[in-house]
């Protein structure tokens, strides 16, 4: 059961969430929109309608956009689709609102109603993604938590659970709600497994599941022997 291919995309993501280059280098001169207001007094910057930025790098789209610089928060509203794009991978977020606050290096993005947060992370051998209702993300404790109907899934692989959180510092990543799946398929077989907790370190590859853990798993092997025996009826 390849499950460590999971945590590979929780680095990845926390990476782009965490990224030096936060929303005040996106938020400037350079973000073109329908609308541009300034108001000095309260040093505040709106972008209204068809907001838009990009560079060789980062990619940034919304319906709205406001930059609060005396509270130091940026706030994204709309149809907001970001995306990174480096020679070895691309990750792409996509959400209905996005803020953050860079005092307190904390933020959140919340889906459309009825429509998750959906985060993709693509390179040349795996597609991963991340969906939930909510994710909130600390960049000073390195924590990033996934919640209501949270999702994250490769090619082979998925994981549901109420919430997912995850410390980018530890590597600790924990799986509750009630009762989290695990489930998927290689060419080693498929397997499914189910509990009221799942634990992992991520950096040791120590995966643990607590509280009344069921599950099954069928190895390659073992397919031609349950083909004949279906066959037969």
């Known amino acids: 059961m390849k499950i460590k291919i ?6 990845c993501f ?3 969430a965490f990224a030096e280059e936060d929303l005040s280098a996106l938020l400037g001169g350079s973000v073109q929109s329908d609308r541009w207001l300034i108001n000095r007094d309260k040093e505040e910057e709106e972008f209204i309608g ?3 930025y990009s560079n060789e790098i980062y ?3 919304a319906d709205y956009a406001l930059s609060q610089r005396k509270q130091d ?3 994204l509203k709309g149809n907001i689709t970001a995306s990174q794009t480096l020679p070895d991978s691309f990750i792409q977020i996509k959400a209905e609102k996005i803020f953050y606050n860079n005092k307190t290096l904390k933020g959140y993005a919340f889906g459309k109603t009825g429509k998750q947060v959906e985060g993709i992370y693509k390179t040349p ?3 991963f993604s991340l969906f939930g209702d909510r994710i909130d993300f600390d960049k000073k404790e390195d924590q990033i938590n996934i ?8 090619l082979n692989n998925t994981i549901y659970g109420d919430s997912i959180a995850f410390n980018t510092q530890s590597g600790f990543l924990e799986v509750f709600g009630k009762r989290p799946v695990l489930w998927g398929f290689g060419v080693d077989g498929d397997y499914a497994l189910q509990a009221d907790k799942m634990t992992a370190d991520t950096k040791k590859g120590i995966f643990k599941a607590q509280g009344n853990v069921a599950g099954w798993i ?15 009826k």
């Open 6 to 11: 999971f945590f590979i995309f929780m680095l």
């Open 14 to 16: 926390a990476s782009f």
């Open 50 to 52: 068809n907001v838009s």
């Open 59 to 61: 990619s940034l789209k």
């Open 73 to 75: 928060t940026y706030l």
């Open 125 to 127: 051998n795996n597609t």
């Open 147 to 154: 919640s209501s109907y949270a999702e994250l899934n490769d």
């Open 218 to 232: 069928t190895l390659a092997s073992d397919f031609e022997k349950i083909k004949q025996v279906t066959s037969k």
